[in-house]
């Protein structure tokens, strides 16, 4: 078996016990990249020498008893909006080219603290704003599993270099989707905790009220481990919730007996690709096998949440990406004349064409004459969302639905149509909307052979119900259905006509 084909806690435990090395991992870590990244382009930066010294430090803090958690030595990689001290941060744009934090995220502190070793920064849409990991200025990249396709974003470098084995674990950021979504086309674990559950401090803002760190891994298991490595309250992050559920591996047990799961009839309408219906929905048959009550309902105010978080979002990113004018830090325009000049041409040639349009989106939902009528109106929208939400978790443990309407679409189909793109969101942003946790896990294949991702909803700090729900479906998979490569469920669906027939759909295994 190869050191890659191991999970995070595996490789753990591996190390602990002197079965291999941090550095070891590290190398073979440094040899799929040198194999796959040409093609894939999963990282802005990855630098070996670094990589290497740090896990040689690491390994000797290990063998010295210093070291001795769940995550020591483990390989992992931080999206590229992730402040990481002294080595480049760029958000996938021109506009941070040369940006060199001198200091690091809580989260990456934390997961330093965990032991875990940095590899490199992963490739993102400028700035997150994006749904593809085409919108990055150092170029897109591309879904493990068709190259054609796109690997879902804006955390999709994360994702796809999870998916490659070209780290263990990773860090990505979810403003509306961005880590649940690339999760679902790769084929991996997404995991968005509640708001405020990890800090902020160290995320560049897009969207400062519904911007929150998220995991991607392999499987549950090291989801759980990571979330409760790198969350932690933090006085430096006015937003961070010292209430919130942190201690979360208790909840990996196969168990959802009794547990109430809700199925949104509105998630399941037109717009929603057969597949997708009929991986979801004989997941929640094996769901109700289990032990589960599962039933529809009606969720309501789905139709509101796009334009909601699209007005929100954009208005938000104006506001937060002012500071980027050439004066301070960043890229500035070699040929200007006079300061407003410069103003100018900074940001005309240091952003891209996507973060333009979400900044004078944003501008004229914010501006005088729109205020009241598109930005305060978003609010109110949000705030009705939420209370949908409240309603339905008082009858509900956990809410079941697709990630996308469909599978990872080609190369360049979204960048031609935005509108489509910002609708391919449907399903996830209500959930930043409301600052409620969520995880995507596998759930199937379509005919094309391309990953479906089954999400989960949950209360505010309401992971640990999460987690066991993720944990017993992805161990169903695993002892029913047939497993291919790491922890990625394989298998195609038959049609489901709904989640309260008789019994789930029979299913074809095939890797």
């Known amino acids: 078996m190869s050191i890659l084909d191991y999970t995070a806690v595996e490789l753990a435990v591996k190390i602990r016990s002197g079965e291999c090395t941090a550095v070891e991992a590290m190398e073979a870590v440094f040899e799929r990249i040198g194999e796959k990244e040409e093609e894939y382009h999963c990282y802005i930066t990855a630098d070996k020498s670094a990589a290497l010294k740090r896990a040689g430090e690491v390994q000797k803090r290990i063998e010295a008893g210093e070291l001795t958690g769940p995550l020591s030595g483990v390989p992992v990689a931080v999206k590229d909006n992730i402040c990481t001290r002294g080595v480049l941060t760029s958000c996938g744009s021109r506009m941070l080219e040369n940006f060199v934090p001198p200091y690091s995220a809580t989260a990456v502190e934390n997961l330093e603290k965990a032991g875990a ?3 490199g920064k992963t490739n993102m849409d400028e700035f997150a704003m994006g749904s593809t990991t085409e919108t990055s200025y150092y170029g897109i990249t591309r879904n493990p599993v068709d190259p054609e396709r796109v690997p879902g974003g804006s955390s999709g470098g994360s994702a796809a270099a999870v998916a490659l084995s070209e780290c263990f674990m990773a860090l990505g950021s979810d403003t509306g989707g961005s880590v649940r979504q690339p999760a679902s086309y790769c084929g991996v674990v997404g995991l968005k905790p509640t708001y405020g559950t990890i800090s902020r401090y160290g995320l560049i803002a897009y969207a400062s009220s519904l911007d929150q760190i998220g995991t991607l891994t392999k499987n549950v298991e090291d989801a759980a481990y ?12 006015a937003t ?18 009794g547990m109430r799961i ?6 399941f309408g037109e717009g929603a690709d057969a597949d997708v219906k009929a991986a979801v929905l004989a997941a929640a048959g094996k769901l109700k096998e289990a032990g589960a009550a599962v039933e529809e309902f009606d969720l309501g105010m789905a139709e509101y949440a796009v334009p909601a978080y699209y007005t929100i979002a954009t208005a938000e990113a104006s506001s937060n990406l002012d500071r980027f004018d050439g004066i301070k830090y960043g890229y500035r325009a070699k040929d ?4 407003h000049n410069m103003y100018q041409k900074t940001r005309s040639e240091g952003f891209g064409a996507e973060v333009k349009r979400r900044i004078m989106l944003g501008s004229f939902v914010l501006s005088s004459g729109y205020y009241d009528a598109c930005y305060l109106k978003a609010l109110r929208a949000k ?5 949908a939400f409240d309603q339905a978790f008082e009858a509900y443990d956990l809410i079941l639905g697709p990630v996308a309407p469909t599978t990872a679409p080609g190369l360049g189909e979204s960048l031609a149509d935005p509108l489509k793109m910002y609708l391919g969101d449907v399903y996830t942003i209500a959930v930043n909307l409301a600052g409620l946790p969520g995880i995507s896990v596998p759930c199937g294949r379509d005919k094309k052979g391309l990953p479906i991702g089954l999400q989960l909803i ?3 700090f309401a992971e640990k119900k999460l987690i066991r729900a993720a944990y017993t479906w992805e161990r169903l998979a695993a002892a029913e259905l047939g497993m291919c490569g790491a922890g990625k469920p394989a298998y195609i669906p038959k049609r489901t006509a709904s989640i309260t ?4 759909a029979a299913v074809n295994v095939s890797c």
Do not use: H
């Open 383 to 387: 705030a009705l969302i939420k209370r």
């Open 262 to 267: 809700g199925i949104p009839k509105d998630y």
């Open 336 to 339: 200007f004349t006079g300061l």
């Open 458 to 460: 949950g209360d505010c």
């Open 226 to 237: 990571l979330l409760e490595a790198v969350a932690s309250y933090d006085e430096k992050d």
């Open 117 to 119: 070793v940095l590899i």
């Open 240 to 257: 961070s919730m010292p209430e919130a559920e942190r201690r979360l591996t208790g909840a990996l047990r196969e168990d959802v007996k």
């Open 501 to 504: 027939d008789a019994g789930p």
